[in-house]
């Protein structure tokens, strides 16, 4: 009876181990600076009613998911810092396909330069 329960036990335990280690990992997440962060909550506060961060997840502007890789390449002779600065001053200078010009205008001047420097700073972790 002792090697039964004792070959139950194993038995269980191997496929738990199993089942556990079958899974894909989830990304890790990057590690925040305090810039980042307080970009975080600033991107909650004014981008994330209209903008995901999950990727072909469209709420009424287009996923930031994946941004500071896209935004690399957006503009000829800008970096990815500009341009997430200039679609946020001046949303309407660059329209992503298949999105109209709906961002509010004034979101550059609601957000102090700390603030934009911030929600910049997040969203350049968004790779």
């Given at each position: ?72 390449a ?25 999105f ?22 997040f ?5």
């Amino acid at each position: 009876m002792r090697l039964r329960i004792a070959f139950l036990f194993r038995a269980t335990s191997m496929l738990l181990m199993l089942t556990a280690c079958s899974g894909a990992s989830p990304a890790p997440t990057p590690t925040l600076d305090p810039l980042a962060i307080k970009g975080r909550t600033v991107y909650k506060q004014n981008c994330a009613t209209c903008h995901a961060l999950e990727p072909d997840t469209v709420i009424i502007g287009p996923s930031l998911a994946g941004i500071a890789t896209r935004a690399e390449a957006r503009m000829p002779n800008v970096d990815a810092k500009g341009y997430l600065e200039i679609s946020i001053l001046k949303p309407e200078a660059y329209l992503v396909d298949g999105f109209t010009d709906v961002m509010p205008k004034d979101l550059g001047k609601k957000l102090t330069g700390e603030e934009l420097d911030a929600v910049v700073a997040f969203l350049l972790t968004q790779k």
